[in-house]
């Protein structure tokens, strides 16, 4: 099926030169001045130098810069340049000679960072005033006419953050004659989800509840226990009360802290879900038949998490989480960790973590009953979880094809079916019908199954707008003799963006 899609843009390759200085936003604490922001070929240079002549550190601080390249929707983070004040940066080469952690990965916030580092440096304004920053990657073409914005961390003592993100922005200006753009008019085929036979769907809800060590009593006024069991209860509550869906099962699992024994703590958890159900099956409509209770045991997994997750140093951190993936005997875990560094480290554990591993989790699962076009239209802007997939594209099917609601709808789908191959091929076709490249490249890369005309087409597209033609000519003739009438369309429109290009480059 044909569709009318907006008119997207391709522009020609652009030399971008930027203002001598960037405009702030919001004010940085150090001075970013830019030299270049352009491209030669393939590749984007961003040029830039960071002036912390000015700069005043605070004694243990670290100053995260992350470059950002912006234009309409789609964001691109370059390598962070990672700033330390001189005992900041003394601490953490300490941690590294003892631990053997890089320098770039001490503190938990760098760990996690998705973006590469791209420098760690250790601020002294009087030995180097001006710290050059310079990266060189792959040139898309939504990269044309993009602006780019500083965004600055402030991380005091350990990790804790210590202000607000400041964020800083500057315009590109094209110092050459801009070539007049290629209109470009992609063409997609849609693929129909299959029907579910049964919508089956859940809701989880974690109780953090405090109970007092080594007990399974449930006291709802004991610190913050109230407002956990009311988030529980609110929780059941929407869930039964949904006159288009059908409770089936209401499962309660019980965690423990692991300072203890293995089977004391097993027998601990099981308790206390079983006491969570007794609480629930007083207060809820739900027929007690349908609760059930499950044993997690010690939470391990929680505690590797929390240890991770923590922006305060917890004491030889790294020695803990190596002990927790090689040793499986779990009472011979906790022993080791009580051994490390005197027992400081576990007394940090025990007292700051371990009271929030002990939870019970409530899944409320459901069936949902199927809904007609009209009922789909308004549930799929109340709870659209509630839609299956194919229920979602019938909904998107009474839209005009290539319409902005036609194209949120095909994106919704693919939000709540993440894993679904027609869910991600749909969702990147509307992407790409958007002109967002590279939230479709993403969706693309999801797809396991690329055994199909339409997969192949949705990829010449894409390596069309980036500039990548003989590609993109090679995967539209795929998709064209597997019969797609789209792809002879979006072979016509390369063949023209071609034709555009040579005229203004002379080849």
């Known amino acids: 099926m044909k569709i009318k899609m907006r008119k997207l843009k391709l522009a020609c390759l652009i030399l971008l030169i930027l203002p001598a200085w960037l405009t702030a936003q919001t004010q940085l604490r150090a001075k970013v001045m830019s030299e270049k922001l352009g491209h030669t070929g393939s590749a984007m240079t961003v040029d830039l130098t960071f002036d912390v002549s000015m700069l005043k550190m605070k004694s243990v601080e670290t100053l995260i810069y992350t470059p950002v390249l912006v234009s309409g929707k789609n964001k691109m983070e370059l390598p962070k340049l990672i700033l330390k004040s001189k005992l900041r940066y003394k601490l953490d080469l300490r941690e590294k000679k003892l631990n053997g952690t890089p320098l770039e990965a001490v503190s938990n916030y760098e760990v996690n960072m998705k973006t590469p580092v791209y420098a760690v440096e250790k601020f002294n304004k009087k030995s180097k005033p001006r710290i050059p920053y310079h990266v060189s990657i792959p040139f898309k073409t939504w990269m044309d006419g993009a602006t780019l914005q500083i965004r600055e961390e402030a991380f005091g003592c350990c990790g804790a953050p210590a202000q607000q993100i400041a964020t800083t922005k500057t315009n590109s200006e094209k110092q050459q004659t801009e070539v007049k753009a290629v209109e470009i008019n992609p063409q997609f085929r849609y693929l129909t989800p299959e029907k579910e036979k049964e919508k089956v ?88 038949g349908l609760f059930r209770t499950g044993v997690g045991g010690e939470d391990w997994d929680g505690l590797k998490r929390l240890i991770q ?87 998107a099917r009474t839209y005009p094809e290539g319409s902005r609601e036609f194209n949120e709808t095909l994106l919704t789908a693919r939000n709540h079916f993440p894993n679904n191959d027609i869910a991600n091929l749909n969702a ?22 690329t055994d199909s005309p339409e997969y192949d087409n949705c990829l010449g597209v894409l390596y069309m707008y980036d500039g990548d033609y003989d590609e993109a000519e090679t995967y539209l003739q795929k998709a064209l003799d597997a019969g797609l009438e789209e792809a002879a369309h979006n072979l016509r429109e390369l063949a023209r963006v071609r034709g555009n290009r040579s005229s203004h480059t002379g080849r």
């Open 309 to 395: 997750d923590m922006y305060y140093m917890i004491p030889m951190k790294w020695d803990i989480l190596a002990i927790i993936e090689r040793e499986y005997d779990l009472d011979r875990r906790e022993q080791l960790i009580k051994n490390l560094g005197g027992g400081a480290p576990y007394k940090k554990i025990y007292s700051d973590l371990y009271p929030k591993l002990r939870r019970v989790d409530c899944q409320v699962n459901y069936v949902v009953r199927d809904f007609t076009l009209e009922e789909g239209k308004r549930r799929i802007k109340e709870k659209p979880k509630l839609l299956s997939q194919n229920e979602m594209y019938q909904v």
């Open 201 to 288: 769907r859940y809701e989880i809800g974690e109780a953090y509840l405090d109970f007092p060590q080594g007990q399974s009593v449930i006291l709802p006024n004991f610190r913050g226990n109230r407002r956990e069991l009311d988030k529980i209860n609110q929780m059941i509550v929407i869930v039964a009360t949904d006159p288009d869906v059908k409770v089936t099962s209401v499962e309660m699992r019980g965690y423990a802290s692991p300072e203890g024994s293995q089977k004391l703590n097993y027998e601990l958890s099981f308790k206390r879900a079983q006491a969570m159900r007794e609480y629930f099956v007083q207060m809820s409509t739900i027929p007690s």
């Open 428 to 449: 990147a076709a509307a992407a790409l019908a958007e002109g967002d490249v590279e939230l479709g490249r993403e969706y693309l890369e999801k797809v396991q199954n």
